[in-house]
């Protein structure tokens, strides 16, 4: 599972053994969502999880974001292991933006300021520019409720760039959004991230999005879920329009399709058994 | 389908006609049955509107005034505390909510004379009355608006590394300002009854006890005039209560 | 700090297995606490029994007068009252609100003015039926129906109003009859919120009645208890305390129960 993309030295996050049993929920039996999962990601590299429903992808974001306690195994960031959220280093954004909609756009980034302890003085200056570079400049003083979908993820990613993590783990991000703003999104991801060097971890659904955007595709099996396959995409960023209409895009998704197709299937088959 | 119909007037206006018809009929009944209990509406606000000239009259609605206003607020605020308390966790949520339901399902009329018997017979039993029935809806709508947040939104906080002091201050209390609207509405209901009925009573004061004395007394035209006003008051207080609500739940 | 201690589990969803029994166990033991408590200040009279009798006591005199026989004459005349009045609200109500329901026009020009009435404490309208009625049993009925009516009437306009006038629609152009139309269509689709109105409105009815007996009265079970109030008999008084509010909370179950039963069927 190492990559060639750094030397060992510039490892960010680590994942060792990780397993994850969740309570029974209805009397039932507890639910082994991740089995013995293993990985690195290197500082700078952008990687996504993907994988059938319930495989465990985001519950293995939750582990590295310290929101989960795994029951067995550690994740490691920057060679700590992590026991609790990390505002300083790990910065979310979710599938739904998690905008509070009593408060203007601005001061919703300026609440994540003085949630991770940025001085008042600040945090106006901060906020204002992650907005600026998103370009929602003009939408400061609105509410979330009138913004659209695209434009309030786009208000999401301006909070977690405002934090200044290393880290950024992205849930879904543009599964809300229709696929024309989606593709546009993916375009300013690309360039803006190409100039801050984050690492990234990006769980999607999208197979077009994760080829697009990404330098490894970690591929999960159906539950519980283990990495069935990690996926090389060397392309430069950014990642260009070209680059989504060539041939070798083409291949790649294709290779991704094949080697998810089964796991997928196995999912379908988990629900009807009623296993899901 | 149309709500006007073919040719009928707008809604409003047959609604005033509804109204203006009732209003002739209770005329016309009154002044042919008995005068004992069916006074004729012209009768009614003739001598309507003199016993708001009475001075123990307007004694009698403020006394009842401030005793619902002291019986709201404490409402509210006993209902905030004992909500936030149950919607702390998952874990008192389970064991104290049914508590609080089955306290709120108690039909709270059997133990008025229990009150008047503790507190006296004065403001005190009709204030405490009042706070027993308005603290509930309260309580009930605090702890709904505490269910409604969506936990993204605490997520999201404590991923930034929100203290909790700091997720209670800026995502629970903000997002609980509507369902406290909405209990505020619901409580001023509860806490006139609840005056009301300790009034009718205890008798020792306020409007409740002025309507029995003119029911007593055999005056229905004042016991009339007396009750119509409190039932527009209670219609203008119901009314301004849903505005303010509305006002206040913009962004839900 | 544990993920789950993050506050990701919010108020909904289930605790863990442990978690419910500990759950129990505290309801549980809040309970025998409180009983506890309440029987020792009692008992070492720390409380004056003219203001909290023991609880062994009224349960004791609860039981007397079950076993004697001793409530029915009050049991009697509330029970004749409210056999009276929920019936009458329940018919006139229903009866009402299909009324009110048949055209859009008259819903929405008749339902807002109803449902100001139900905003005013209708308790204002004892002192009235007092007046009118005097203090017997007809006062009690007079109100008693007129409190259930309004949540009855409301419910049914909303039940009835509520029926997807595609169904409507869809009968009336397969050639039903009004009557065909009333039983197969409208009846079953508003059932649940009528039944609902009915608990709702038979439930107030109930506490009408015993107000109008604790407000003025010369009989029933709301004035036993002012009369034993007023005699500072505090054992007897909670035993009929206890009393009503087991009737009431059974009356509510069993409507509860009904209810339910007819949403499934």
């Known amino acids: ?276 | 389908m149309s709500a006007t119909g073919k040719g009928l007037p707008p809604p409003w206006v047959t609604r005033i006609g509804v109204i203006v018809g009732l209003v002739v009929l209770w005329e016309v009944l009154g002044r042919m049955g008995t005068a004992l209990f069916f006074s004729p509406f012209s009768k009614v606000v003739i001598s309507g509107h003199q016993i708001f000239f009475e001075a123990e009259v307007r004694q009698a609605l403020l006394t009842t005034g401030w005793v619902l206003a002291l019986a709201f607020v404490l409402s509210l605020i006993l209902g905030l505390i004992l909500g936030l308390a149950i919607a702390m966790s998952k874990f008192t949520y389970q064991t104290f909510m049914p508590v609080l339901l089955l306290l709120y399902a108690i039909p709270q009329i059997t133990i008025l004379p229990l009150f008047v018997l503790y507190f006296g017979n004065g403001p005190a039993s009709k204030i405490a009355f009042g706070v027993s029935h308005g603290l509930f809806p309260v309580a009930v709508s605090v702890i709904a608006g505490v269910q409604g947040i969506k936990p993204i939104l605490i997520t999201s906080a404590a991923s930034m590394g929100a203290t909790r002091a700091q997720i209670f201050r800026r995502i629970t209390l903000p997002y609980l300002v509507p369902s406290l609207f909405t209990g505020m509405r619901l409580a001023s209901t509860a806490a006139l009854l609840g005056v009301l009925l300790a009034e009718l009573y205890a008798s020792a004061g306020g409007v409740g006890h002025f309507t029995r004395r003119f029911s007593e007394t055999f005056q229905p035209d004042k016991l009339y005039a007396l009750i119509g006003a409190l039932a527009l008051m209670a219609i203008a207080l119901n009314e301004a209560m849903r505005r303010l609500e509305r006002r206040f739940s913009k962004w839900r | 700090m544990s993920g789950a201690a993050v506050g990701m589990e919010g108020v909904t969803g289930r605790l863990s297995r442990r978690g419910r029994w500990l759950s129990f166990l505290t309801k549980l033991a809040v309970f025998v606490a409180l009983m506890l408590l309440w029987h020792a200040v009692t008992v070492t009279e720390i409380v004056s029994p003219f203001f909290l009798p023991q609880p062994g006591a009224v349960l004791t005199v609860f039981w007397r007068i079950l076993s004697t026989g001793r409530v029915l004459p009050d049991l009697g005349v509330t029970f004749f009252e409210f056999a009276m009045a929920g019936p009458l609200a329940v018919v006139t109500g229903i009866l009402a609100g299909y009324l009110i329901s048949m055209t859009r026009y008259s819903t929405i020009v008749l339902e807002p003015v109803i449902s100001s009435l139900y905003a005013i404490p209708i308790i204002i309208f004892y002192p009235i039926s007092i007046m009118a009625l005097g203090i017997g049993p007809e006062s009690k009925i007079a109100h008693g129906a007129l409190f259930g009516f309004f949540p009855i009437c409301l419910n049914t306009i909303q039940g009835f109003g509520g029926v997807d006038a595609i169904y409507l629609r869809m009968a009336r152009s397969a050639g039903a009859t009004k009557a065909q139309l009333l039983r197969r269509i409208l009846i079953p689709a508003a059932a649940p919120t009528i039944l609902n109105g009915v608990r709702l409105g038979l439930m107030l009815c109930f506490l009408a009645i015993i107000g109008g007996e604790t407000i003025a009265s010369l009989e029933g079970l709301g004035h036993r208890i002012v009369w034993y109030a007023e005699g500072m008999q505090m054992t007897n008084m909670f035993a009929y305390i206890v009393f009503v509010i087991l009737i009431a909370t059974v009356m509510n179950v069993c409507l509860s129960l009904l209810e339910l039963r007819r949403r499934g069927a």
Not at chain 1, 115 to 133: C, H
Not at chain 1, 153 to 158: N, S
Not at chain 1, 229 to 241: G, K, S
């Open chain 1, 1 to 276: 599972m190492k990559s060639p993309v750094g030397n060992p030295s510039e490892r960010l996050v680590g994942v060792e053994n990780v397993s994850h049993c969740f309570p029974a929920p209805e009397g039932g039996k507890d639910v082994l969502a991740l089995d013995a999962v293993n990985m690195e990601i290197m500082r700078g590299e952008m990687v996504a999880f993907i994988g059938p429903s319930g495989c465990g992808k985001s519950t293995l974001l939750n582990v590295i974001g310290g929101m989960i306690s795994p029951t067995s195994g550690a994740a490691l960031v920057n060679g700590q292991a992590v026991s609790g959220p990390l505002p300083k280093q790990i910065a979310y954004i979710f599938q739904e933006s998690a905008l509070l909609p009593w408060a203007t756009v601005l001061d919703n980034i300026k609440v994540g300021l003085e949630f991770q302890g940025v001085p008042k003085e600040d945090r106006e200056g901060i906020a204002a520019a992650a907005l600026k570079s998103v370009g929602l400049e003009a939408f400061a003083a609105s509410y979330p409720h009138q913004l659209s979908g695209g434009m309030k993820q786009r208000v999401a990613l301006a909070r977690a760039l405002s934090l200044r993590t290393d880290i950024l783990l992205m849930d879904e991000p543009f599964a809300a959004l229709d696929e024309q703003t989606r593709m546009i999104f993916g375009e300013d991801l690309s360039r803006l991230l190409a100039s801050e060097r984050k690492t990234i971890v990006l769980v999607t659904h999208s197979l077009a999005e994760a080829v697009l955007l990404c330098d490894r595709i970690f591929v999960f099996t159906s539950r519980p879920g283990r990495i069935k396959a990690v996926l090389m995409i060397d392309e430069p960023h950014p990642r260009t329009p070209s680059f989504m209409t060539s041939q070798r895009f083409s291949d790649l998704r294709n290779e991704l399709y094949e080697l998810l197709r089964d796991e997928v299937l196995a999912a379908i088959g988990n629900d009807r058994q009623g296993l899901s």
